[in-house]
């Protein structure tokens, strides 16, 4: 999309999502297997088992991770045919919209209308406001401001909270719901989730239809897209609201982002809260720190971390190690009955869009660049407060301290405090850690 610029044509993309396996088997169900395996919970047939078969088909993976969640911000932005997003992979309806993008896409080119022409700050706060309706992935908070930066545009942490705040959570799709993610495109897709918060969006954007956002919604209206839709759940006896509730019957009314801050965290942390416990909402943890996920993961299935404690796993961000994501520390986590509703994981790192339960992310500014969360040691307690927005630390080595007190701690530790070794020393990982941005601005390289 950096290519809008040098006056490209926009590409129209179309994309399709993976089949479900045996009994909707879907992928992201194999992190959790895992780690009941290592548990000794599952036998290592049962995991062979649910291995090969989690992955039917071809196509994007079967949940609301961050591939089908940009795919749905892609249409949301409004490049991408409407109504295209999430069909599954293998049926003839992805054949047809690929055939109509090619012919868009000459037809833009004949037309000169390219993405400066077509992207908007009102497009990229319709898809914010999409991204809270289908409780995205995290990873659109690094994506959409990185996208934005290459418009000229200023999107952070902060824009996704205030759109999300108030939002109608309506999407009953894996990993935060029921199904797999081609039952999206069945029950109306995107243009659905836009009908549903229509009153929200700016409905004069242009769109790479050459239409404008609210003129392509009453063409599906006319042209019987919904009812094609709605006859795939005809097939498993659901109807659309088991999938996409109205806009009166929310899952929540608070989007699905919140962006915390407080001392470990002063440029901002990010949090998906509708994938944590209500248990975890408020909550006083002790800090168990851990310089890279191998060690933090290991201590989860060894039993050496405990309920009550906040798992911290840090030198994992941009600068750090590249910004790997957590998914396997935080599937070992939530799959675990009791520490899932009564511990924590922060990090400096970024999570798979599969990932679940009380998982706080991107902690700004990281480890690597001295960030606060570099300073905290073993039994810090940890404050969370998902509805005020706070991730701080209110006490040292288990006794709870004023903040003029903690500030007076992290002086001190900062001054033992020493910058890791570079992990990547050559190569484009080394340029990228050298030159990007805080993942609160999207981490995306100056």
């Known amino acids: 999309m950096g290519l809008a610029r040098v006056n490209i044509p926009s590409i129209v993309v179309t994309g399709g999502v993976m089949d479900a396996g045996p009994d909707l088997l879907t992928l992201e169900q194999i992190g959790m297997y895992s780690a009941m395996y290592e548990r000794g919970e599952i036998t290592e047939e049962q995991l062979t088992y649910y291995k090969h078969h989690a992955c039917p088909s071809c196509g994007a993976c079967s949940f609301m991770g961050t591939a089908s969640t940009m795919q749905i911000m892609a249409e949301a932005l409004g490049l991408m045919l409407p109504g295209s997003a999430l069909m599954p992979a293998t049926s003839q309806d992805l054949r047809d919209f690929a055939k109509a993008a090619g012919k868009q896409a000459v037809w833009l080119a004949e037309h000169d209308l390219t993405p400066d022409k077509i992207v908007t700050m009102k497009s990229f706060e319709n898809a914010i406001l999409v991204h809270g309706a ?70 004069d954007v242009m769109t790479v239809t050459g239409k404008t956002l609210g003129e392509n919604l009453e063409d599906l209206k006319k042209s019987g897209y919904y009812e094609k839709c709605f006859e795939n759940l005809k097939r498993y006896g659901i109807t659309r609201e088991d999938v996409i509730r109205p806009f009166d019957k929310p899952f929540g009314t608070d989007g699905s982002i919140g962006i915390l801050y407080g001392n470990i965290c002063p440029d901002g942390a990010v949090v998906k809260h509708t994938a944590v416990p209500k248990e975890m909402f408020q909550a006083t943890l002790k800090a168990r ?150 993942p609160m601005k999207g981490g995306y390289m100056k």
């Open 134 to 203: 289908i409780s995205g992935s995290t990873n659109s908070l690094l994506h959409i401001p990185a996208i934005a930066h290459e418009f000229g545009f200023d999107i952070d942490g902060d824009t996704f909270d205030r759109l999300h705040r108030g939002a109608h959570y309506l999407l009953n799709i894996r990993p935060a719901g029921k199904w797999p993610a081609q039952f999206f495109y069945y029950a109306g897709g995107v243009p659905m989730i836009m009908e549903e918060i229509k009153d929200s969006l700016h409905l």
């Open 289 to 438: 720190p851990f310089d890279s996920e191998e060690e933090a993961i290991h201590a989860v299935l060894t039993h050496e971390v405990h309920p009550g404690d906040a798992v911290i796993i840090r030198y994992e961000g941009p600068k750090g190690s590249g910004m790997p994501e957590m998914f396997y520390t935080t599937e070992a986590i939530s799959s675990d009955a009791e520490l899932g509703a009564t511990i924590a994981l922060l990090t400096d790192g970024r999570f798979s869009g599969a990932s679940k339960g009380p998982a706080i992310g991107h902690i700004s500014p990281e480890a690597a660049e001295g960030g606060p969360i570099a300073l905290i040691e073993e039994g810090d307690l940890i404050k969370i407060d998902i509805p005020a927005r706070i991730l701080t630390v209110v006490g040292i080595h288990g006794e709870p301290k004023t903040e003029e007190e903690i500030q007076a701690v992290f002086a001190e530790r900062r001054k033992n405090w020493k910058p890791k070794t570079p992990k990547y020393q050559k190569g484009v990982l080394k340029i990228y850690s050298e030159h990007a941005v805080s």
